[in-house]
């Protein structure tokens, strides 16, 4: 059986996971407030694509804001996903736990980190970084927990017959 995964890593993971449900309930209740507060400076930073926003009237608004919508539903269910792995299996020290999490946020800041080089953003938008960062410390502190280092002589399913 497993041993048990330090408290304090799991906890950071549940932290970050509430912190993405709360900001995708923003993002499903107030669309708009988002994209002018939060969403709009950390991703328009430029006069153009600032300016481009702005301008934005009925339907492109209301389609900007059902986009936003559904983004901040997808949110919350990938928060609620990985809030529960560190939750539990994570907690509990399975290996596919650790696995599991490390491919889903290695996926998702690939994904958004091409997306917005390929639309033009630019460096000056990877706000998404820093919780590649939070989401990265507790992993890197917890590999030797979920892959501890093989004993000198190897295990006995890797050794040739003599």
């Known amino acids: 059986m497993p041993k048990t995964t ?3 890593w799991s906890r950071w993971l549940l932290f ?22 939060l969403v709009g400076p950390l991703l328009y930073h430029s006069e153009h694509l600032q300016s481009a926003f702005a301008r934005l009237v009925e339907p492109e ?5 059902v986009m936003n919508g559904l983004l901040g539903a997808v949110t919350i269910g990938y ?6 792995i560190a939750f539990e299996p994570f907690r509990r020290g399975e290996r596919w736990a650790w696995n599991a999490l490390v491919v889903n946020v290695l ?3 690939t994904l958004e980190g091409y997306v917005k080089l390929a639309n033009g953003l630019g460096l ?5 970084v820093g919780l590649l960062i939070a989401f990265a410390i507790p992993l890197a502190m917890t590999y030797r927990h979920f892959h501890p280092p093989a004993s ?9 017959p003599k």
């Open 124 to 128: 000056r938008s990877f706000a998404h």
């Open 16 to 37: 970050l996971s509430l912190l993405l449900i709360f900001y995708g309930l923003a993002m499903v209740f107030a669309p708009p407030l988002m994209n002018s507060a």
């Open 6 to 8: 330090p408290l304090l």
């Open 152 to 160: 000198p002589g190897g295990s006995a399913a890797g050794r040739l």
């Open 61 to 65: 608004l209301l389609f900007l804001n």
């Open 79 to 84: 928060a609620i996903l990985t809030g529960w």
């Open 107 to 109: 996926a998702w800041a």
